[in-house]
Protein backbone atom coordinates (compact mmCIF):
# COMPACT_ATOMS: atom_id res chain seq x y z
CA UNK A 1 0.00 0.00 0.00
CA UNK A 2 1.89 3.01 -1.92
CA UNK A 3 0.28 5.64 0.83
CA UNK A 4 0.96 5.48 4.39
CA UNK A 5 -2.14 7.48 5.49
CA UNK A 6 -3.96 4.89 3.85
CA UNK A 7 -3.09 2.17 6.58
CA UNK A 8 -4.92 4.17 8.79
CA UNK A 9 -8.43 3.30 7.48
CA UNK A 10 -9.60 0.57 9.81
CA UNK A 11 -9.37 -2.97 8.99
CA UNK A 12 -7.61 -2.31 5.52
CA UNK A 13 -6.38 -4.65 3.35
CA UNK A 14 -4.68 -4.29 0.19
CA UNK A 15 -5.92 -7.76 -1.55
CA UNK A 16 -4.03 -6.55 -5.14
CA UNK A 17 -2.68 -3.61 -6.65
CA UNK A 18 -6.38 -2.92 -7.69
CA UNK A 19 -8.50 -3.97 -4.91
CA UNK A 20 -8.39 -2.68 -1.73
CA UNK A 21 -10.55 -3.51 1.15
CA UNK A 22 -11.59 -1.94 4.63
CA UNK A 23 -13.83 -0.78 7.52
CA UNK A 24 -16.15 2.52 7.08
CA UNK A 25 -13.34 5.40 6.13
CA UNK A 26 -13.92 8.90 7.67
CA UNK A 27 -14.22 11.80 5.31
CA UNK A 28 -10.60 12.65 5.59
CA UNK A 29 -9.42 8.95 4.78
CA UNK A 30 -11.80 9.10 1.92
CA UNK A 31 -9.64 11.79 1.00
CA UNK A 32 -6.71 9.82 0.99
CA UNK A 33 -8.39 6.99 -0.89
CA UNK A 34 -9.02 9.23 -3.77
CA UNK A 35 -4.99 10.46 -3.48
CA UNK A 36 -4.24 6.58 -3.95
CA UNK A 37 -5.84 6.69 -7.16
CA UNK A 38 -8.57 4.78 -6.65
CA UNK A 39 -11.53 5.03 -8.81
CA UNK A 40 -14.36 3.10 -7.32
CA UNK A 41 -15.92 2.91 -3.66
CA UNK A 42 -18.38 0.24 -3.09
CA UNK A 43 -20.20 -0.28 0.23
CA UNK A 44 -21.50 -3.10 1.30
CA UNK A 45 -23.10 -1.55 4.19
CA UNK A 46 -26.29 -0.04 5.05
CA UNK A 47 -25.97 4.00 4.27
CA UNK A 48 -28.40 4.65 7.53
CA UNK A 49 -26.31 2.33 9.58
CA UNK A 50 -24.57 2.55 13.29
CA UNK A 51 -21.15 3.84 11.53
CA UNK A 52 -22.50 5.38 8.01
CA UNK A 53 -21.30 8.80 7.23
CA UNK A 54 -23.93 11.76 6.33
CA UNK A 55 -23.77 11.16 2.33
CA UNK A 56 -20.92 9.03 1.60
CA UNK A 57 -22.08 8.95 -2.17
CA UNK A 58 -21.95 12.71 -2.86
CA UNK A 59 -18.69 12.98 -0.40
CA UNK A 60 -16.79 10.13 -2.79
CA UNK A 61 -18.15 11.74 -6.06
CA UNK A 62 -16.69 15.24 -4.66
CA UNK A 63 -13.28 13.54 -4.61
CA UNK A 64 -13.58 12.27 -8.40
CA UNK A 65 -14.52 9.19 -8.09
CA UNK A 66 -17.28 6.86 -8.64
CA UNK A 67 -19.87 5.05 -5.79
CA UNK A 68 -22.18 2.49 -5.47
CA UNK A 69 -23.97 0.81 -2.32
CA UNK A 70 -25.04 -2.81 -2.12
CA UNK A 71 -26.81 -2.69 1.08
CA UNK A 72 -26.00 -6.05 2.58
CA UNK A 73 -28.33 -6.44 5.77
CA UNK A 74 -25.76 -7.70 8.20
CA UNK A 75 -28.17 -10.63 9.98
CA UNK A 76 -29.53 -11.70 6.64
CA UNK A 77 -26.46 -11.19 3.60
CA UNK A 78 -28.41 -12.85 -0.05
CA UNK A 79 -27.37 -14.26 -2.78
CA UNK A 80 -29.07 -11.17 -4.39
CA UNK A 81 -26.64 -9.06 -2.70
CA UNK A 82 -23.77 -11.24 -3.92
CA UNK A 83 -25.20 -11.43 -7.89
CA UNK A 84 -25.03 -7.49 -7.44
CA UNK A 85 -21.43 -7.54 -5.99
CA UNK A 86 -20.51 -9.66 -9.00
CA UNK A 87 -21.53 -7.82 -11.55
CA UNK A 88 -19.92 -4.61 -9.91
CA UNK A 89 -16.92 -6.64 -9.78
CA UNK A 90 -17.58 -7.51 -13.88
CA UNK A 91 -18.73 -4.10 -14.66
CA UNK A 92 -15.68 -2.38 -13.24
CA UNK A 93 -12.58 -4.93 -14.32
CA UNK A 94 -9.49 -3.28 -14.50
CA UNK A 95 -10.48 0.01 -12.25
CA UNK A 96 -8.68 0.80 -8.75
CA UNK A 97 -11.56 -0.38 -5.97
CA UNK A 98 -12.14 0.72 -2.92
CA UNK A 99 -14.42 -1.67 -1.28
CA UNK A 100 -15.86 -1.22 2.29
CA UNK A 101 -18.68 -2.03 4.84
CA UNK A 102 -18.39 -1.60 8.67
CA UNK A 103 -16.07 -3.71 9.94
CA UNK A 104 -14.69 -5.52 6.56
CA UNK A 105 -16.43 -8.41 7.53
CA UNK A 106 -19.17 -8.25 4.98
CA UNK A 107 -16.41 -7.54 2.43
CA UNK A 108 -14.08 -10.12 3.29
CA UNK A 109 -16.50 -12.94 2.99
CA UNK A 110 -17.94 -11.40 -0.60
CA UNK A 111 -14.77 -11.07 -1.85
CA UNK A 112 -13.54 -14.91 -0.73
CA UNK A 113 -16.63 -16.07 -2.84
CA UNK A 114 -16.11 -13.59 -5.84
CA UNK A 115 -12.57 -15.78 -5.37
CA UNK A 116 -13.93 -18.74 -5.06
CA UNK A 117 -16.80 -18.74 -7.61
CA UNK A 118 -15.74 -16.05 -10.00
CA UNK A 119 -12.32 -16.40 -10.07
CA UNK A 120 -11.50 -20.37 -9.50
CA UNK A 121 -8.95 -19.87 -6.38
CA UNK A 122 -8.75 -22.56 -4.56
CA UNK A 123 -10.07 -22.61 -0.55
CA UNK A 124 -6.37 -22.37 0.72
CA UNK A 125 -5.63 -19.11 -1.27
CA UNK A 126 -9.01 -17.18 -0.64
CA UNK A 127 -9.79 -18.43 2.93
CA UNK A 128 -6.77 -16.17 4.97
CA UNK A 129 -8.09 -12.82 3.76
CA UNK A 130 -11.71 -13.52 5.65
CA UNK A 131 -9.15 -14.88 9.19
CA UNK A 132 -7.21 -12.12 8.65
CA UNK A 133 -9.91 -10.09 9.55
CA UNK A 134 -12.29 -12.75 11.45
CA UNK A 135 -13.88 -15.80 11.54
CA UNK A 136 -17.17 -15.81 10.24
CA UNK A 137 -20.22 -16.64 12.66
CA UNK A 138 -23.10 -19.09 11.99
CA UNK A 139 -25.16 -16.90 10.06
CA UNK A 140 -22.52 -15.77 7.33
CA UNK A 141 -20.73 -19.43 7.71
CA UNK A 142 -24.44 -20.59 6.44
CA UNK A 143 -24.55 -18.15 3.49
CA UNK A 144 -20.86 -19.24 2.21
CA UNK A 145 -22.11 -22.90 2.51
CA UNK A 146 -25.40 -21.24 0.42
CA UNK A 147 -23.43 -19.74 -1.97
CA UNK A 148 -21.18 -22.70 -2.56
CA UNK A 149 -23.49 -25.07 -2.98
CA UNK A 150 -25.54 -22.34 -5.35
CA UNK A 151 -22.70 -21.41 -7.66
CA UNK A 152 -21.03 -24.96 -7.56
CA UNK A 153 -23.77 -27.71 -7.02
CA UNK A 154 -22.76 -30.95 -6.26
CA UNK A 155 -23.26 -33.97 -8.81
CA UNK A 156 -25.93 -36.04 -8.40
Given at each position: MPDKALTLIPYIRALSDQIATAGQPSPRQLETVAQAGYELVV????????YALDDEAGMVRE?????INIPVVWQTPTLVDLERFFQV??????????IHCAANKRVSVFMYLYRRIRCGWPYEQ????????????????????K???????RPA
Open positions: NLALEDGHLGMDYMADNEGRRLFAWPDVTAIWQPDATWQFFINALTHYHP
